[in-house]
């Protein structure tokens, strides 16, 4: 099974189109709120980043979010917990923990798709919604005018995204932004 790259940018454009989003910070919460989704923060052990469960009696989707996370975080678990809600629909309750460096998620459904698969394609969905393509295209070139080296380009831009400086980082080495 691969990544469905293709599927995963149209589906964060149709999004930030739908709901007229032109520039960075992407308002991730307005956004998930708009597609129908409730956000409850709660404190939770570090390893736990979020969960998205579906009520199927009352149609209503909760995306949970760990309040003790950075704010930007915050704002990379709702994207990511929001690619499962759009992307992995066979799901009633979705759990995302971290052990290692590895995301790991409990099912309450046997799923034929690999577990990584999905984890991956959560992520590139959160990236491609909060970092799209034409937004950094702009921003880059505005940037490329500044005498800013690298690393203050980076600062710069996770700023005005409200992003990590490392999500920004896999973002644009994902792009081939960024030398290897
Ligand atoms: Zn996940």
Request: aromatic share 6%; net charge positive; hydrophobic share 40%.
């Amino acid at each position: 099974m691969l990544v469905r790259r293709k599927l995963i940018r149209e589906q964060a454009l149709d999004v930030l189109a739908r709901f007229g989003v032109k520039k960075a910070p992407v308002p991730i919460e307005r956004l998930a709120e708009q597609l129908g989704a409730r956000i409850v923060r709660g404190k939770a052990p570090d390893n736990l980043s979020g969960f998205v469960l579906r009520e199927p009696n009352k149609g209503a989707v909760i995306i949970g979010v760990n309040s003790a996370h950075h704010e930007n975080r915050q704002r990379f678990t709702i994207g990511h917990e929001l690619g499962h809600f759009l992307l992995h629909k066979g799901q009633q309750l979705h759990v995302d923990r971290q052990w290692g460096g590895y995301q790991v998620k409990l099912r309450d459904e046997q799923s034929s798709r690999g577990t990584n698969i999905d984890e991956m394609e959560a992520n590139l969905f959160a990236a491609e919604l909060l970092m799209p393509i034409a937004f950094l295209d702009v921003d880059l070139a505005k940037l490329s005018t500044a005498q800013l080296s690298a690393d203050e380009q980076i600062n710069k831009l996770a700023e005005q995204y409200k992003v990590s400086e490392q999500a920004l980082t896999l973002r644009l080495t994902y792009l081939g932004c960024i030398e290897q």
